[in-house]
Each structure stands twice: as C-alpha cells, then as structure tokens.
C-alpha cells in the first residue's frame, strides 16, 4: 500500500526544536556541521541489517530499508544543493518529491546491504563538502522550489535535523550534542 506523502513544510526547524526528535538549532555550530553529518550515518549498517528491516511497522510508515534509501539520498541531494550555492549565489533549486522517488525507485526493494554502503560514502562526501565551506560562503543563498529560502549556515540546520530526526525514525540512538 502507497504512503500517504508528507506535504508539511518542515523549515520551521531552523528556527525552533523539533518535540518528536529532540533536535535543537540552536545546538548547531559551523564548526560541528561536517562531523554531526558523518555521524548521523553511523549505526544504519546494523538497522539495515535487522530482520525486519525490509518490513513497513503499519500502512503508513516507511520500513527501516525504505528510510535507508531516503537518508542515503537526502545526503546526496543535499550535497548537490551545496555545492549549487557554492557556485551560485541565489540558486534555486529543482524539486524533488522524496515521496515519488521512493515509489519510482522501489525503495522497499533494494538490497539493504548495498543501501548502507551507499549511505555511508553518501554521508562522507556530505561532511567533506561541509568541511571545504570558508567563512564568506555561509551567508551563500539558495531558493528551493516552494519558495523557502536558504543560506549555507541555516540548510546546514535543516539538512542535520533531517538526517537526525529519521534515526529515531527507526528507533536509532540520536547522534547529536
């Protein structure tokens, strides 16, 4: 059965704390960025591991595998939106539907073995990008396709609360702090 999509517009955790997942944004510092991205990767190869990971918990929820495969191209999308603002003040971004590209993907068919390879070289070419933003660079702007506006510094926060929050999506220890 098809998953009801997620239309809510989660950029209000730029700014305020997320009561399902703990994430703060004001715990977010430049300097912290790249190892928090990399860290949030850490512990998907035994989640994907698991039994049942192939296995959605009711209709509704994703199974463990198919937040494998959303994370492993959060990483990979968001690397990619970096690097636009790193070259292009003020890019916009094309849109991309999570929900579409789980079903166009078949991500509840995926080897989960190879999915948490591909997350984790994912999450590593993620934090190097971080880790190569100089000072100026933070205040770099991109636009995503519902309007919603970004610097480099604010869709670090963003990108980390997504990263973050799907791990206790799946029952994962949180990474952050």
């Known amino acids: 059965m098809a998953i ?14 997320c009561a399902d997942c703990g994430f703060d944004p004001s715990t977010v510092r430049r300097e912290d960025v790249a190892d928090r991205i990399a860290r949030s990767a850490g512990g998907w190869d035994a989640a994907l591991a698991r039994p049942d990971a192939m ?11 198919e937040y494998g495969c959303h994370v492993r191209d959060v990483h990979r999308i968001m690397r990619e939106r970096l690097a636009l ?10 849109n991309w539907d999570q ?10 068919e995926q080897d989960p073995s190879a999915v948490a390879a591909e997350l984790a070289r994912e999450a590593q070419a993620f934090a190097e990008s971080y880790r190569g933003v100089g000072g100026g660079d933070w205040a770099r702007t991109g636009l995503r396709s519902n309007g919603s ?16 929050h799907h791990r206790i999506d799946v029952g994962m220890e949180n990474t952050h702090g």
């Open 4 to 17: 009801t999509p997620d239309v809510k517009d989660w950029t209000w955790v730029i700014e305020r704390p």
């Open 55 to 65: 296995r959605r918990p009711d209709e509704q929820t994703w199974s463990v595998l």
């Open 85 to 94: 603002m790193l070259t292009q003040d003020g890019a916009t971004f094309a």
């Open 99 to 108: 929900d579409a590209t789980a079903v166009e993907d078949a991500y509840g």
């Open 149 to 164: 506006a970004f610097t480099v510094d604010s869709f670090a926060v963003y990108a980390l609360h997504d990263l973050e």
